[in-house]
């Protein structure tokens, strides 16, 4: 199960990697998105991985770490709030630069550097 | 207390001009002057205690932890210096009044060369040796800003900055030499330092000491090889160059050497280098002196090679030695501020600098002509004048000394060389200025002579004034210079200080013949001049300052060139160069594991969690491959979001599990306003070794995060867990611990998290105010969208919808504390339901029915929380802290309530009002344009 766990984390790490390096705006926000579940994954994996052991008291035997998921639960809002910022700033920066191109060149020269 | 007056009132000092320039220069002058006469009064107050060998020391702590003290002293040397840098300094403030033209800002300038007398009053005064580094700096900026003084020239310029790097790197190598010395002293108070000379030289550290302070030392006095900034630093106005150049600041060198004498001599290696680099300065600068045209450029040599020759006194280091490099500091810097002052004054009258074009000025000039000549003779070391007495006395030393081995019997043969040359030039000076005809080319020829006179009194005063005291001292130095010299070479050396009879006359001895072989050879060398300039152009001197400005050229293009390569404005780039440092960081650290499993048993694996595998590794996969049909890319990016938040329920998070699916949700309505915004269908012009190199570095770095998340999972981790749940019911009166943490035990987090995204929501206002936006009316295709904007199922089923999510979300809100829920969850909930209100009825009418202001929800939900843990400051506990307890509410039934839960309603808030306040406004943008179709 722990192998299969973090075969999932390495792909949605590798695929997030890949639309980040992109040219263009959305893939690099869809890629901050995939990145983003990556690392919410791993940080919450960092409490072990516990099934049927719901961290509140009087449910479970041996309840699973709270500690991860608190910290979890925060980054998800807090990656909501930080995709929702950069995805208006790309809407802004095509309608300045008229591209949407991370450097915001339009066409080959923007792709080729 | 009185120590500390004499350099604040320097300091305060530098106000005076500032204020006075306007009342004109001679009430800006006197006025400037109270302040340095003043301290000069306060020094010579202690002069009779020093003269005793009293040392007068003032101290307040300043900063003990660094071990950095306001700590004064005054004893022989500081005295002497202190007579230099406040007497000639006064003499040089009288004679600036007069030097600058009139429309210059003398209020400036007089402010800075009074600030440079505080920085250099300090270095004399400091008894600590991190205060004498912080003086130290302090004249290398004065000194920059006094050299580029007239700024608009750009020899001032790169004078004043080639002064700084040289002499900025000697002061930062001082500062790690005195680190060095205060850790092995175990102090940084001076008088300790002195003491505990036979503690550093036995220490392990001693050369690099050495090096370290001699380096600061070597560059600050202008020694070979460090030399070449003084002559650049001659742009300066001449008043600088009169007190920085002769008698203070490149004396800030030879004093810290003699002031480390007790602590750092006393070897061969001090006494071999001393000698050396001074042996080599004082004949290499005297050789240019010779030859060079500019008089302020022969005057700086000439600094040079004097600096040189005190160096190599200290280095030579007998008991007497030491006295003649103190008489000489005091010497030189009498007779060479006034020559420097002369030159100004001639370079004033005349217009020029150039020796070649100036001569036969003695009729024009006879007062000025009288000073240089009383000053020349003495640089020559003419008897009776003074620097004829030191000039034997290091004749009569360097036949004495053995610091060389049997080598040594070369350094009189070299000193008399550097003496012989010294006459020539010093005669040069004077015969060419003052007797000989001009050396004019063809064109100077054309144009009418030069027509000078001497200056105004004012002028010409202060100078005269310190040619005559360079007589008298050589005429009665006993009485002049004795004590003086005696006290100050007893601050250096303690009690070995001989008694000493400074007199003109010893008798025939072998230094007088040395003295009469040097005039006459330096006769002989003058009256072959012309040969002279036929040898030295057979040796094309580089000047090394050039060097040293190409080498800083050589560095600049070296830094732009690197920047260029890793800033080239592309953020492709520069994300690839973090991603590559963090896989290298990563790689590291997974190659110092032993092995990639780890102790622990893994766990079975079943049916479910392939089939959740799979569709996140179809979704993410999916996505990146589709990333140009972005409609799929969003739909694939769903497909993993929702497995995600299964993947949380299966794992025992159900708190994580509900907010990952309503930020999903939200997420996906974002993303989906905003691909309407942005180009449906991009181009693809990117080579495939671009694609093959992001590949690469996307499943390396995606396979070391594996592993690592592996190597992880297998492995015990130390958790804090325990204390959560133990301290969950009884601390924090809740049962659910993770709801418990968020707003109790680390209220603190959530707090600046909820900040965050209110932030977030007011910054887009900001950017989607006035932006022009390109809409399109149909997607790629040229279909158009949908004519039927508000369909009526749609709205229908929202409007049902709205107060059952409402429902949901209180009664989320409420069970949060003990059970799955809380603030963040139920606060997504209406966001979800409202913005579905608002597709299905457009913004016009939802805003019509609902009037509320989001950023007012959202700051109101803020200070609902910030209120919340101000409020324990009430109750005299820290801030956020927590209480709750048990009330009956009718009908209910007995509740227990938090205060923590006051908190949560400040979450609550403020994710309903951040989320709907992003999502409204950038949906609120479409039904203000008119789409228009979008071009293929």
Redesign the interface.
């Known amino acids: 199960m722990e192998a299969l766990f973090s075969l999932v984390v390495g792909v949605l790490t590798a695929s997030g990697i890949y639309l980040l390096l992109r040219g263009r705006t959305f893939p690099v926000i869809v890629g901050l998105a995939l990145l983003g579940y990556a690392v919410n994954l791993f940080l919450f994996s960092t409490g072990g991985l516990h099934t049927h052991a719901a961290a509140v008291i009087g449910e479970s035997i041996s309840p699973a770490d709270p500690l991860p998921q608190a910290l979890v639960l925060t980054a998800i809002v807090i990656g909501f709030a930080m995709t929702a910022f950069v995805v208006i700033l790309a809407i802004r920066a095509r309608s300045e630069l008229g591209s949407d191109h991370v450097d915001g060149q339009q066409g080959e020269a923007g792709d080729a550097k | 207390m009185a120590l500390l007056w004499i350099p604040l009132l320097t300091l305060l000092g530098a106000l005076v001009p500032v204020f006075t320039s306007r009342y004109g220069r001679r009430a800006c002058t006197l006025a400037t002057l109270i302040a340095p006469l003043l301290a000069l009064g306060l020094v010579l107050l202690h002069g009779p205690a020093v003269m005793d060998g009293e040392i007068a020391r003032f101290s307040l702590t300043w900063m003990p932890l660094l071990g950095l003290d306001l700590a004064l002293r005054i004893d022989g040397l500081t005295m002497l210096f202190a007579l230099l840098i406040l007497g000639i300094g006064s003499l040089i403030l009288y004679y600036a009044g007069h030097y600058l033209g009139a429309d210059e800002d003398d209020g400036r300038f007089l402010s800075y060369m009074m600030l440079f007398m505080t920085a250099m009053i300090g270095i004399a005064m400091a008894d600590n040796l991190l205060l004498l580094w912080l003086f130290w700096e302090l004249t290398s900026i004065t000194s920059f800003l006094l050299i580029g003084f007239w700024g608009h020239r750009s020899d001032a310029r790169r004078g004043a900055r080639m002064a700084l790097a040289v002499t900025g790197a000697g002061g930062l190598a001082l500062l790690a030499g005195l680190l060095l010395i205060g850790q092995t002293v175990g102090s940084f108070d001076m008088s300790e330092v002195l003491a505990a000379g036979d503690l550093i030289r036995a220490s392990d550290h001693y050369s690099l000491i050495l090096a370290l302070v001699l380096f600061g030392a070597f560059t600050k006095s202008a020694q070979f090889p460090f030399h070449f900034w003084l002559p650049h630093a001659m742009a300066a106005p001449t008043p600088v160059s009169a007190f920085l150049h002769s008698a203070t600041m490149v004396k800030a060198g030879v004093f810290l050497m003699a002031r480390f004498t007790p602590a750092l001599g006393d070897s061969q290696l001090w006494a071999v280098s001393l000698s050396l680099v001074g042996l080599a300065t004082m004949l290499y600068a005297a050789w240019f002196a010779l030859l060079e045209r500019d008089l302020k450029g022969i005057l700086a040599f000439s600094t040079i090679s004097h600096l040189g020759l005190i160096t190599l006194l200290l280095g030579l280091g007998s008991p007497l030695a030491i006295v003649a490099a103190v008489f000489h500091i005091l010497n030189h810097a009498t007779f060479k501020a006034a020559l420097f002052m002369s030159v100004g004054i001639i370079d004033h009258e005349t217009g020029t600098r150039d020796i070649d074009r100036l001569g036969a000025l003695w009729s024009m000039m006879p007062l000025t002509g009288t000073m240089t000549i009383l000053a020349g003779a003495a640089m020559a070391g003419f008897p009776p004048f003074n620097g004829f007495l030191s000039k034997e006395m290091l004749f009569e030393q360097s036949l004495v000394n053995d610091v060389l081995g049997a080598l040594s019997a070369l350094i009189p043969l070299l000193v008399m060389l550097a003496a012989t040359l010294s006459v020539a030039y010093s005669l040069r000076l004077i015969w060419s200025l003052f007797f000989a005809a001009p050396k004019l080319t063809r064109e100077q020829k054309a144009q009418p002579p030069l027509k000078a006179h001497d200056p105004v009194r004012g002028m010409l005063a202060p100078g005269l004034f310190l040619a005559a005291m360079s007589l008298a001292v050589g005429l009665f130095p006993m009485i002049l210079a004795a004590p003086l010299v005696n006290a100050a070479s007893l601050a250096v050396q303690g009690d070995t200080t001989p008694l000493i009879a400074l007199s003109l006359w010893h008798g025939l001895n072998l230094p007088l013949a040395m003295s009469l072989i040097a005039v006459a050879a330096g006769i002989l060398v003058l009256r072959q001049q012309k040969r002279l300039a036929e040898i030295a152009a057979l040796f094309p001197a580089r000047d090394a300052g050039r060097i040293f400005e190409a080498a800083v050229l050589r560095v600049v293009k070296a830094a732009l060139w690197l920047t260029q390569r890793l800033e080239?404005?592309?953020?492709?780039?520069y994300?690839?160069l973090l991603?590559l440092c963090a896989l290298a960081m990563v790689a590291v650290g997974l190659a110092n594991l032993d092995a990639l499993t780890g102790p622990l048993g893994?766990?079975?694996?079943d049916g479910m969690?392939?089939l959740g595998?799979a569709l996140?590794?179809f979704g993410?996969?999916g996505?990146?491959l589709s990333?140009r049909w972005?409609l799929v890319?969003?739909l694939m990016?769903s497909v993993?979001?929702l497995t995600?938040s299964l993947?949380?329920v299966?794992?025992?998070?159900?708190?994580?599990a509900l907010?990952?699916l309503s930020?999903e949700v939200?997420?996906m309505i974002?993303?989906i306003l905003?691909?309407f915004?942005?180009?449906q269908r991009?181009?693809l012009?990117?080579?495939s070794k671009r694609i093959l190199r992001?590949?690469l570095?996307?499943?390396s770095?995606?396979?070391v995060?594996?592993?690592l998340?592996?190597a992880?999972?297998?492995r015990e981790?130390i958790?804090?867990?325990d204390y959560?749940?133990r301290e969950?019911?009884p601390g924090g009166g809740g049962?659910?611990?993770?709801n418990v943490?968020?707003v109790d035990f680390?209220g603190f987090?959530?707090l600046g998290?909820i900040t965050?995204?209110t932030l977030?929501?007011l910054?887009?206002f900001k950017?989607?105010n006035r932006?022009?936006?390109?809409m399109p009316a149909g997607n790629v295709e040229g279909v158009r969208w949908s004519r039927h904007r508000h369909p009526m199922i749609l709205a229908v089923v929202a409007q049902i919808l709205l107060p059952l999510a409402l429902l949901v979300s209180v009664y989320i809100f409420l069970r949060g504390h003990?059970?799955?829920g809380g603030g963040?969850i139920a606060g997504l909930i209406p966001a979800v339901a409202l913005i579905l209100q608002y597709m299905a009825r457009g913004y016009d009418w939802t805003r019509e029915r609902l009037p509320v202001s989001y950023p007012v929800v959202a700051v109101s939900g803020l200070a609902i929380a910030v209120a919340t843990g101000m409020a324990s400051w009430l109750f005299g506990y820290p801030f956020l802290t927590s209480a709750f307890g048990h009330f009956y509410i009718p009908l209910i039934g007995e509740i227990e309530l938090a205060s923590a839960m006051l908190f949560d309603l400040g979450v609550y808030l403020a994710?309903v009002g951040?989320?709907l306040m992003?999502?409204i406004n950038?949906g609120r943008v479409t039904t203000i344009h008119r789409p228009t179709l979008e071009e293929r």
Do not use: C, W
């Not at chain 2, 893994?602 to 694996?605: G, K, M, N, R, W």
């Not at chain 2, 299966?650 to 994580?656: G, I, M, T, V, Y």
């Not at chain 2, 049962?735 to 993770?738: D, E, Q």
């Open positions: 080239n404005g592309s953020l492709q780039r994300q690839a991603l893994l766990q079975p694996v969690l392939v595998a996140m590794v993410a996969i996505s990146a990333h972005r890319s969003l990016l993993v979001g995600v993947t949380f299966r794992f025992s998070a159900p708190d994580l907010t990952q930020v939200v997420s974002l993303f905003a691909l915004f942005l180009p991009p181009p012009l990117v080579s992001d590949l570095l996307a499943v770095l995606g396979l995060v594996a592993m998340n592996y992880l999972l297998t981790t958790s804090i867990a959560f749940l969950a019911l049962t659910n611990v993770v943490i968020l680390r987090d959530t998290e965050v995204l977030a929501g910054a887009t950017l989607l932006m022009k936006l390109f003990n059970q799955p963040f994710v951040a989320t992003i999502l950038l």
